[in-house]
């Protein structure tokens, strides 16, 4: 079946780490996103890629970087420049026009910081 | 100033009673529409979405939503609930052009059904 995997379901992070959460698409897509849900506030764009080897910043992307070497990989790298990074992550991809096409989203990785 | 509003944060409803979540916007065009809905710890999954044609559009799972654009809005209707519509349910709108032609969230609706 095709869809979005993300990986850890949960991660820790201690202060000052850097950590990579991981998404992989098998759907063929090209854009894929990079979503922070905090309860409450609905979803706010981190970055997003519409093709390989490209990629734009969304709303919050400060402390955040990403990479997209594949087509089917967008990692999520959260440093230690992110004051408060405790949150939901949640990964999506769209088949056609980016933001006007419907997401597909990916399982998400809780994130939480000790 | 908010793009997308969903006025209730949180819905109880009776299992077979009916469902209405609201969806206001602001927008100077004919928007592209979704519904979204979200069980605990999960993804999100379109439930359905508009952009053109009939004002009326159906979606999985027997949820419906009406564009009205004299009011601003795409509520979402269900005319019975089950048990396992019990989620949270988001709104998203655009492309808006002053956040760079992407689309914006609603705080999201939780929703509860009491049997």
């Known amino acids: 079946d095709g869809g979005i995997t993300q990986s850890p379901k949960y991660l820790f992070r201690k202060e000052g780490q850097n950590v990579t959460l991981s998404c992989e698409q098998n759907l063929n897509h090209d854009a894929m996103y990079w979503y922070r849900q905090d309860p409450g506030q609905g979803l706010r764009l981190i970055y997003y890629s519409q093709i390989v080897n490209d990629f734009q910043k969304g709303d919050i992307a400060e402390g955040y970087s990403v990479s997209r070497e594949k087509k089917e990989s967008f990692p999520l790298t959260v440093t230690s420049a992110q004051k408060n990074p405790t949150a939901f992550y949640l990964c999506?991809?769209?088949?056609?026009?980016?933001?006007?096409?419907?997401?597909?989203f990916g399982p998400g990785t809780r994130l939480t910081v000790l | 100033a908010q793009s997308v509003t969903q006025p209730d944060i949180h819905i109880t409803v009776s299992e077979g009673a009916s469902l209405e979540l609201r969806c206001n916007y602001s927008?100077?065009?004919?928007?592209?529409l979704f519904w979204y809905v979200q069980s605990p710890g999960q993804g999100l999954q379109l439930l359905l979405k508009?952009?053109?044609?009939?004002?009326l559009v159906q979606g999985i799972k027997g949820f419906e939503a009406e564009f009205k654009r004299s009011q601003s809005s795409f509520n979402l209707r269900k005319p019975s609930v089950h048990w396992s519509d019990a989620a949270e349910y988001f709104c998203?709108?655009?492309?808006?052009?002053?956040?760079?032609?992407?689309?914006?969230f609603g705080a999201g609706t939780i929703l509860r059904v009491k049997s």
């Open positions: 508009y952009f053109s044609g009939d004002t």
């Open positions: 998203a709108v655009g492309p808006y052009m002053e956040y760079g032609n992407k689309l914006v």
């Open positions: 999506a991809s769209t088949p056609g026009q980016p933001f006007t096409d419907t997401q597909y």
């Open positions: 927008y100077g065009a004919t928007p592209y």
